[in-house]
C-alpha cells in the first residue's frame, strides 16, 4: 500500500495529454472525415486536414482515460466525504460553474452562425447546464457528463447510507456487466448480420445503457480498483481485477471502432487507441507511486500542473462547437486552414485558462456558499407553514 496524502499532480498532467488528444481528434480527423457530421456543419464544411488524419484519428481514446481517473478521483475524494450532502457540494461546485460559463461561451459563438434554430439551440443550451442527459447538447461533448453524473449518483447512494465501504462491491458489480457485455459483443462481431449482434449494436447505441454504465462501468471500476491498489490495500485479487476490466477496456475500445465502422464508414485504427489507452493506465500508476517524489519537484512545477488539471474541464467543454465555429470563420477570412488550426487551438488553451484562472472561482465560491446556506437552513415545521 502506498500512502498518498497530497493531492497527485501527475494525473493532473494526464488529464490534459488526454483532453488535447480529444480536441486534436474533432480538429484534425472528425471535422473532415465525416462531412456528415455536426463538426463539418459547425465549421460550414471548410476544415479538412487529411494529411492528420492519420496522426489524430485515434483521439478519441482521451474519453477512456478520463473515465479511468474519474473512478479514480471519485473514489479518492467520496471516502474523505464526512456526509452526503459535502459530497455532492464538491461534485456540484466542480462541474456546474464550468458548465454554465461554457454553454454561455459556446452558445455566442453558435449564435454568430448561419442558419442557426434559435429554439433548439436554446433547449440544447438548457439541457447543457442543467445536466440532463437525453437529448442533443450546446456542445457534442456534454454527452460524458451524464455518464460522469450516474456514477457520482452511484457513489453518493453509498456514502448517504453509509456504506462506501462497498466502493469495491460496486466497482466489481459495474465492470463484471461491462465485461460480460463486450465479451459477447465481441464474440458476436465474427457474425456481423446475425441478429445477436444487431441487438447489441442496438444497445451499444442506447443511452439509457451508457447512464447504467453498461458501456463504461469497466473504466471507473478499473479506477477504483487502482485507488484501492495504490492507496489502500494491496492485494492479488485486486491486481486480478485490475488486469479484467484492462482486458474489458480493450473490448470497449475495439467496439467503437467497429462503431466508427458500421455507422460512418469509417475505418478505424485499433493498436493505436489500446496502446495509447494501457500507456495511460502505466502513467496513472507512476503517478501515483511516485506522487511523493513529484511533490519534491519546485513549488512553481506543481502549481503549473495543478494549473494543467484546472484547465482540462473547460478546455474538453469549449474546444469543440466554438473551435470549430471559429476554425470555420477564420477559414472564410481568407486564413490558411492550417493557420486556422494554430489560432484555433491557442485560442482555445487562452479561453480554458481564462475559465479557471478567472471565472471559475468566484461563480464556484458562489455556489458552494448557496448550497451550503440551503443545508443549514432550518427545515420548517408544519407550523410554521401554517
Known sequence: MISQAKHIAGIDAIRLIAAILVMFFHYGFWSGAYPAGAASKISQGLISFPQLYAWTDFGWIGVQTFFVISG?????????????YKFFVTRAVRLWPTALVCSTITLLAVLLMPNTSYGSLFMAYLRSIFFIPFGTYIDASYWTLGIEVAFYAMVFGLIAIRRFKWIKLLAVILGLQSTIFWATYAIAASSPNSVLFQHLRHLQDSRVMELILLHHGCFFALGIFLW?????????????WSLLFAATGCLQIYGVTLSFYYKFGINQPLITPIALWLLSL?????????????HQAPEWLIASLRRMGLMTYPLYLLHQTAGLALMGELVKWVFNPYLA???????????????CTCLEPPLQRFTREILLRLK????PVLADIL
Do not use: C, H, M
Open 72 to 84: 479514480f478521483v471519485i473514489a479518492f475524494s467520496g471516502e474523505r466525504a464526512d456526509t452526503a
Open 228 to 240: 484501492i491498489q495504490l492507496t489502500k490495500q494491496s492485494s492479488r485479487a485486486n491486481i486480478l
Open 282 to 294: 502505466v502513467a496513472i500508476t507512476l503517478a501515483v507511486v511516485y506522487n511523493k517524489r513529484v
Open 341 to 355: 488550426l494554430f489560432s484555433t487551438i491557442t485560442l482555445a488553451f487562452a479561453a480554458a485558462w481564462l475559465v
Open 376 to 379: 443549514a437552513q432550518p427545515k
